[in-house]
């Protein structure tokens, strides 16, 4: 008898761990166009709270493409050729990802955009933020504080990626309803604070006393010019500057009057909810989301995952509100 019982642990054993031997782990990939600013490094922390990661349901491989099209290509045949089961991509040329989804769905794995769109027909699906309305916001704040006469400055995102692309459209709407504003000057400063500050820099000198307003096409770029600013001894909070992302430090120049806006992107909304996405797109209609970035916002429903795009709304970051953001 003693025997018999033993034999029917180990078959029960054996059967366990077949099945645990059966279970299967997802494996989602995560090509981020760099992860040296706070909002990508939000981003991939919101992303590894997701419940499916945490269960271990899933796994999350982040890739940085540290702003470099040709890593980020070579990091997309990495996962291709180890048969990751989804990627969530954000590009760093959006002309360029095309080619790099197509590629991926001739493999048969379903890519969810995420933060930065993509030109690509075939991307499963898109959470992400309305860049030509924050675009258009951020430059109707600065221009709004600088009484509507003057010069303006803008720090833009790398050369090709779309949400650059549309975040210029939008300064460009709001300058066009301003005759009083002059764009004195446009270059990328590739979302990066350093390089935000060498420009401005460089425009400070090239233009002593011209520049009345800065219009950052990230917070990062906008405070690389107020840190140039500081550095000629400008007082920031005489020069209008407006920046997108609602990261701390933005926040606390917002506070002590040296930026006028931020407009803060939901990391949490847009990483869970990738994750979501690409688990639904992996799994089938099965599939219920776990983030409870769902219920956010009554205009951004999951519809079973079948959407195309899933707009996530802006949160505009002033001195009347930005207390409440950092007592956060």
């Not at 059966?22 to 922390?45: C, H, P």
């Not at 070579?74 to 080619?99: K, L, T």
């Not at 690389?224 to 209008?240: E, L």
């Not at 505009?316 to 956060?328: D, G, M």
């Amino acid at each position: 008898m003693k025997q018999f019982l033993l034999g029917c642990v180990a078959v029960m054993a054996l059967g366990a761990a077949a099945s645990a031997a059966d279970a299967k782990t997802y494996r989602i990939g995560v090509a981020m166009y760099g992860l040296k600013g706070e909002f990508a490094q939000s981003w991939v922390n919101e992303a590894k709270k997701h419940p499916a990661i945490k269960d271990g349901t899933a796994t999350l491989t982040v890739f940085d493409g540290n702003y470099d099209q040709l890593t980020q290509d070579r990091q997309f045949d990495e996962m291709i050729a180890q048969h990751y089961d989804a990627i969530i991509f954000d590009p760093i040329d959006s002309n360029a990802g095309g080619a790099l989804v197509a590629r991926a769905e001739k493999a048969g794995i379903p890519v969810i955009g995420s933060n930065g769109p993509v030109k690509a027909a075939n991307e499963a699906a898109y959470i992400g933020s309305d860049d030509v309305k924050a675009g258009e916001d951020e430059a109707k704040a600065v221009i709004d504080k600088m009484g509507g006469k003057g010069n303006v400055v803008i720090l833009q995102g790398p050369v090709g990626q779309l949400g650059s692309i549309q975040r210029y459209e939008g300064n460009q709407k709001a300058l066009a309803a301003a005759p009083g504003i002059h764009l004195l000057e446009k270059n990328t400063a590739n979302w990066s604070r350093a390089e935000a500050l060498n420009l401005m820099q460089n425009w400070l000198t090239a233009h002593p006393g011209q520049i009345n307003g800065v219009i950052g096409e990230n917070d990062e770029m906008a405070l690389g010019a107020i840190a140039a600013m500081r550095s000629q001894g400008i007082d920031p909070a005489t020069v209008p500057t407006a920046g997108i992302d609602g990261v701390h430090d933005a926040m606390v120049a917002v506070s002590k009057g040296y930026m006028v806006l931020s407009i803060k992107q939901d990391a949490f909304t847009q990483a869970q909810g990738a994750v979501d996405l690409a688990l639904r797109h992996i799994i089938g209609d099965s599939y219920k989301p776990l983030s409870t970035c769902w219920t956010m916002y009554p205009s951004m429903k999951w519809d079973n995952g079948e959407g195309k795009l899933y707009n996530v709304p802006w949160t505009y970051v002033t001195k009347a509100n930005v207390q409440q953001f950092l007592n956060k």
